[in-house]
């Protein structure tokens, strides 16, 4: 087997068993010392740590687990920076053991320090060797400002996302991005690419972008995981993002496979009556009813990518999709490419154009380009531009 198939079937192995749990931990208000939240496992006398993380200053935490086990979540001020929990130093602990769950949300975990709880001298004693337990982060990016050339967003990265996608989380990370400091007089607008993509694929829609009036965020995600759990994670962070900073609303832009993702999104927003967030989404080459490829690939392949199982023709994502309406105060535009007769040299008309999709535009508008052309395109630029200008907030 080809050795880029022996490194998918490890990742796809890792992935099985590759679950997160978050959420917030509450501190009183004079309380100002790092936070550690660490997952126990065990029973009785023999409490073990199998992971920690060091929540953030808002008191949020991401913990990389071990899918299919059962866990308790302590947390303690670690004051004087030892990494282990010490007598004067405030806990506490999630109120129910959690079972993590490789690829599904076990939804947030919030609970607060409260010296009321009680701990175990096994607890203790666990959380006592911290410093001998081997760390495993999960880097996720909740809005860290970065340059859109910087190496993070490397082709070779957006490769790895896609054919080693648990090498990307445990390397990378992902999350969303933001490419200047946060404003809050300046509406968002969230750059989603495709299978094997990266941000820096955007550079000519974000230079054309007035800086004025919008400020560029780019969701960076491995695109090799199954397409619900993408839409997890990008609900997972922007949630999160709205905590942290205030906004409240974000334009959306996707490119090919991104645009199933984008438009996912956006029907969970719906089912949750949380539409009026996204007044715009615009999708350039998205296969709608999928790729031919992908479905070779989940049939003949000696490994199939996760995400392939989504992407083939018809597959049970691309039908769930259309079984919800769009937000109903959503514009989308749906930009399609042709070069040729019947594709854009990656992606057919018929999945580009499918009729669900295009009775859901409030635009339809096809362009002389390629899969890739079409993101640096001056015309294209130039509708695109069109819509957010029209579509963004009055101030």
Same mark, same amino acid.
């Given at each position: 087997?080809?050795?880029?198939?022996? #490194?998918?079937?490890?990742?796809?192995?890792?992935?099985?068993?590759?679950?997160?749990?978050?959420?917030?931990?509450?501190?009183? &208000?004079? #309380? @100002?010392?790092?936070?550690?939240?660490?997952?126990?496992?065990? !029973?009785?006398?023999?409490?073990?740590?199998?992971?920690?993380?060091?929540?953030?200053?808002?008191?949020?935490?991401?913990?990389?687990? =071990?899918?299919g086990q059962r866990y308790r979540l302590v947390a303690f001020a670690d004051r004087n920076g030892n990494r282990r929990l010490d007598?004067? /130093?405030?806990?506490?602990?999630?109120?129910?053991?959690?079972?993590? =769950?490789?690829?599904?949300?076990?939804?947030?975990?919030?609970?607060?320090?409260?010296?009321?709880?009680?701990?175990?001298? &096994?607890?203790?004693?666990? +959380?006592?060797?911290? &410093?001998?337990?081997?760390?495993?982060? +999960?880097?996720?990016?909740?809005?860290?400002?970065?340059?859109?050339? $910087?190496?993070?967003? @490397?082709? $070779?990265?957006?490769?790895k996302g896609l054919w080693t996608p648990t090498d990307f989380l445990s390397e990378i990370g992902g999350g969303i991005y933001f490419? =200047?400091?946060?404003?809050?007089?300046?509406?968002?607008?969230?750059?989603?690419?495709?299978?094997?993509?990266?941000?820096? #694929?955007? #550079?000519?829609?974000?230079?054309?972008?007035?800086?004025?009036?919008?400020?560029?965020?780019?969701?960076?995600?491995? @695109?090799?995981?199954?397409?619900?759990?993408?839409?997890?994670?990008?609900?997972?962070?922007?949630?999160?993002?709205?905590?942290?900073?205030?906004?409240? =609303?974000?334009?959306?832009?996707?490119?090919?496979?991104?645009?199933?993702?984008?438009?996912?999104?956006? %029907?969970?927003?719906?089912?949750?009556?949380?539409?009026?967030?996204?007044?715009?989404?615009?999708?350039? @080459?998205?296969?709608?009813?999928?790729?031919?490829?992908?479905?070779?690939?989940? %049939?003949?392949?000696?490994?199939?990518?996760?995400?392939?199982?989504?992407?083939?023709?018809?597959?049970?994502?691309?039908?769930?999709?259309?079984?919800?309406?769009?937000?109903?105060?959503?514009?989308?535009? +749906?930009?399609?490419?042709?070069?040729?007769?019947?594709?854009?040299? !990656?992606?057919?008309?018929?999945?580009?154009?499918?009729?669900? &999709?295009?009775?859901?535009?409030?635009?339809?508008?096809?362009?002389?380009?390629?899969?890739?052309?079409?993101?640096?395109?001056?015309?294209?630029?130039?509708?695109?531009?069109?819509?957010? /200008?029209?579509?963004?907030?009055?101030?």
């Open positions: 087997m080809p050795r880029m198939f022996n #490194e998918l079937q490890r990742n796809v192995r890792d992935l099985e068993s590759l679950a997160g749990l978050y959420g917030e931990v509450s501190r009183g &208000a004079d #309380e @100002s010392a790092p936070i550690i939240v660490a997952a126990l496992a065990g !029973t009785g006398a023999v409490e073990s740590v199998l992971n920690y993380t060091e929540a953030g200053a808002n008191g949020r935490f991401l913990l990389r687990v =071990q899918a007598a004067d /130093e405030p806990f506490g602990q999630l109120d129910r053991i959690v079972t993590a =769950q490789g690829g599904r949300s076990t939804g947030r975990l919030d609970f607060a320090l409260d010296n009321a709880a009680s701990l175990s001298a &096994a607890d203790r004693s666990a +959380l006592a060797g911290l &410093a001998e337990v081997k760390r495993i982060e +999960l880097p996720i990016a909740l809005g860290d400002e970065v340059a859109l050339d $910087d190496p993070v967003f @490397s082709p $070779d990265g957006g490769r490419l =200047q400091p946060f404003d809050p007089k300046k509406t968002p607008v969230l750059f989603v690419h495709g299978a094997g993509g990266n941000p820096r #694929e955007f #550079e000519s829609l974000i230079a054309d972008l007035d800086r004025e009036r919008f400020q560029p965020w780019v969701f960076y995600y491995p @695109s090799g995981l199954r397409l619900g759990t993408v839409v997890q994670l990008l609900d997972g962070v922007m949630t999160n993002l709205r905590r942290e900073y205030p906004f409240q =609303q974000v334009m959306v832009t996707a490119h090919s496979m991104g645009g199933l993702v984008a438009m996912s999104y956006l %029907k969970l927003l719906a089912a949750r009556g949380d539409g009026r967030q996204v007044p715009l989404l615009v999708t350039l @080459s998205t296969p709608w009813r999928g790729h031919d490829a992908a479905e070779l690939g989940v %049939k003949y392949a000696p490994v199939a990518i996760p995400s392939w199982i989504d992407m083939q023709v018809d597959s049970d994502f691309q039908r769930a999709l259309f079984n919800t309406p769009m937000p109903a105060n959503t514009r989308f535009g +749906l930009f399609f490419g042709y070069h040729g007769d019947s594709s854009d040299g !990656t992606i057919s008309l018929v999945s580009q154009l499918r009729p669900e &999709a295009q009775l859901q535009a409030l635009r339809v508008l096809g362009f002389d380009e390629t899969h890739t052309s079409i993101l640096h395109a001056s015309a294209v630029s130039q509708a695109w531009r069109s819509l957010i /200008e029209t579509a963004a907030p009055q101030r």
